[in-house]
């Protein structure tokens, strides 16, 4: 129960960092909040895993409460944002 917890928080913190620092504006409520720093969280723990092989990929891991865990989440969440916005991007 703990692990969802952390995972749910982290969410949260991650995409609140995230719609605060990618410019223009983002629909969604709290749970689309959480649902992007979530899959924000496992875009940036694998990308550092991929960045920081080794030692420094346990201190990036995903889920975990940490400075580098959070910092990995916010970046895969931007880049979660990124993509998402290519994708439903309105054909003029």
Partial sequence: ???ILAWIILGLIAGAIAKAIY???QGG???AT???GILGALVGG???SVL???AGATAASVGALTLPSIIFSVLGAIVVIFIWGL???RAI
Avoid: A, E
Wanted: aromatic residues 10%.
């Fill in 52 to 54: 920081l092989p080794g």
């Fill in 87 to 89: 994708l439903t991007r």
């Fill in 29 to 31: 409520g709290i749970f």
């Fill in 34 to 36: 959480i649902g992007l």
């Fill in 1 to 3: 129960m703990t692990g």
């Fill in 23 to 25: 410019p223009g504006p």
């Fill in 46 to 48: 694998w990308l550092g």
